[in-house]
């Protein structure tokens, strides 16, 4: 699907939420793309990706970054402690905050660096065992425990389960972030974005659909 129709279904859906034109930021996902796919796109215009590994941005992101000016990047799969320096260093967001050691790593370095990027906490919407978040009912005082940090926290990220509607989830990750002071909500992907929109996200996360399938 071209970049250009994602863009116009957006706009159609902040337009029926009664939203603010422009006021939804598309992640173009280019996570295991061939730099070839990635290239169009950053040709075609748009500036700001997502990526799941810290290494695999590393080997694509800096030589795409010499080539086009203001990329925006975005990390969105799980973040080990070890890897925090090197993802602190490379991304401007981090999506995927979502325990008290990685926090502490985080406000650590980030006073040793002398910067931090924009931080969302990640939220297990689905309570499901094999996924990353903080549970709901941690959410609020995790977000509590990173402001005492001084952590930059600007909003919260979920992925709903697979077999269940998305919009419940969507509901339930705006409802903390109203509680807590929190304009950010990166959550919808290629199937549901519209309905993210609807209920307040202000990322939305599109890989596939933009890109074509993935060759891993």
């Known amino acids: 699907m071209p970049l250009e129709e994602i863009k116009t279904r957006i706009a159609k859906a902040e337009s029926k939420a009664g939203r603010e034109p422009g006021s939804v930021q598309l992640i173009a996902v280019s996570k295991v793309q061939p730099d070839e796919r990635v290239e169009a796109v950053l040709k075609e215009g748009h500036r700001c990706y997502g990526e799941n590994k810290v290494q695999e941005a590393a ?10 000016d203001g990329i925006d990047l975005h990390l969105i799969g799980p973040l080990q402690t070890n890897k925090a320096r090197q993802a602190m260093e490379l991304f401007d967001s981090i999506h995927s905050v979502d325990r008290p ?3 502490n790593t985080i406000a650590r370095l980030a006073q040793e660096i002398g910067k931090c ?7 297990n919407t689905g309570e499901e065992a094999q996924k990353a978040g903080v549970m709901p009912a941690d959410a609020d005082g995790f977000i509590a425990e990173c402001r005492k ?3 930059p926290v600007k909003g ?9 509607e998305p ?50």
């Open 117 to 123: 990027p924009e931080l969302y906490v990640q939220v």
């Open 167 to 216: 919009s419940l989830h969507f509901a339930l990750l705006a409802k903390i972030a109203e509680r807590n002071g929190l304009q950010g909500l990166s959550m919808g992907m290629s199937g549901d974005f519209e309905k993210a929109i609807a209920l307040g996200a202000t990322h939305v996360r599109v890989g596939s659909a933009i890109f074509g399938a993935r060759t891993y």
């Open 59 to 68: 080997g694509k992101w800096p030589g795409f970054a010499e080539r086009f």
């Open 101 to 103: 050691k990685l926090a």
């Open 156 to 164: 919260l990220m979920c992925i709903p389960p697979v077999d269940e």
């Open 149 to 151: 940090l001084d952590l």
